[in-house]
């Protein structure tokens, strides 16, 4: 029995360290250029500061999924999203892909490895949220499980939102018009009260609105109305952004496979 099974075991083994070791040696080439470190981690926690001003202070929760909810898309949209969709553009553009595909290497192993540097930035802004949110005077997250499968699912969004893009995106420089549509329907979400009512109900539809219904819920225990949730309701709550998350992940992913391409055109 043990000799049936080994053989399937290692292919899968062998793809995780090869996933791992490919996102190791991303995550070093990102960490050598500081304004790739700036923008990822300094330009996202700059909002936090709006927990510890003297109008916002003391534990208002409206300010809390202000400042928490914009640090989390700006990270999910800067090195969660922009950063994969240069590195594969740029990666493309100089035939590194096109070399790796010929050796051993998946293409979904590709993916992953280029998408873990911003996943792990991502994962760790979300974790620095916690001990500033305490020190703005917010209380710790009713529903952390919740929370953090919020925040992975987004991170799934984002990077299927990079392969979306990079379909259509010529090269790196190109990269920050082409960019532009879906950083709009990130911040849009956040904007959910500037627009008439009637509006409302497609607005909640965008990713970064679902982004923030779910951190208000997750973190808060609030709905979208303000009322208060139960551990147990909170779960309830989430179904709508967790299914709008899911719709646009499955659009992108569609729309990727079809289109994406390795090379560069000739």
């Excluded at 909002?47 to 510890?52: S, Y």
């Excluded at 400042?67 to 240069?86: E, H, K």
């Excluded at 219904?213 to 147990?232: H, I, K, M, N, Y």
């Excluded at 992913?253 to 000739?266: G, I, N």
Aim: glycine share 6%; proline share 6%; aromatic share 8%.
């Amino acid at each position: 029995m043990t000799t049936t099974t080994a053989p399937a075991a290692r292919p899968r083994h062998a793809g995780l360290r090869r996933t791992l070791s490919l996102g190791r040696s991303n995550w070093t080439l990102m960490v050598r250029n500081r304004t790739t470190m700036l923008y990822a981690f300094a330009l996202p926690l700059f909002p936090l500061v709006l927990l510890f001003t003297a109008e916002r202070s003391g534990g208002d929760v409206n300010a809390g999924v202000a400042a928490i909810g914009t640090t989390l898309v700006m990270a999910l949209t800067f090195p969660g999203y922009y950063n994969l969709l240069s590195m594969f553009v740029t990666r493309r553009d100089e035939l590194v892909l096109k070399r790796l595909r010929t050796g051993e290497v998946r293409d979904r192993e590709l993916l992953v490895s280029m998408a873990l540097p911003g996943a792990a930035i991502v994962l760790a802004v979300a974790v620095i949220c916690v001990p500033v949110a305490l020190a703005g005077g917010l209380e710790l997250p009713l529903n952390p499980l919740l929370l953090l499968l919020g925040v992975l699912l987004s991170i799934v969004t984002f990077a299927a939102f990079a392969l979306w893009t990079a379909a259509w995106t010529r090269n790196a420089e190109a990269a920050q018009l082409t960019s532009g549509p879906i950083i709009l329907l990130a911040f849009l979400g956040f904007m959910l009260p500037a627009f008439p009512e009637d509006l409302h109900r497609w607005i909640e539809l965008l990713p970064g609105a679902a982004v923030n219904e779910l951190l208000r819920v997750a973190w808060f225990a609030q709905d979208s109305g303000g009322a208060s949730l139960s551990f147990l309701q909170t779960w309830g709550a989430a179904t709508q952004p967790v299914l709008v998350l899911v719709a646009w992940t499955a659009l992108a992913v569609l729309l990727a496979r079809r289109s994406l391409r390795w090379e560069p055109r000739a």
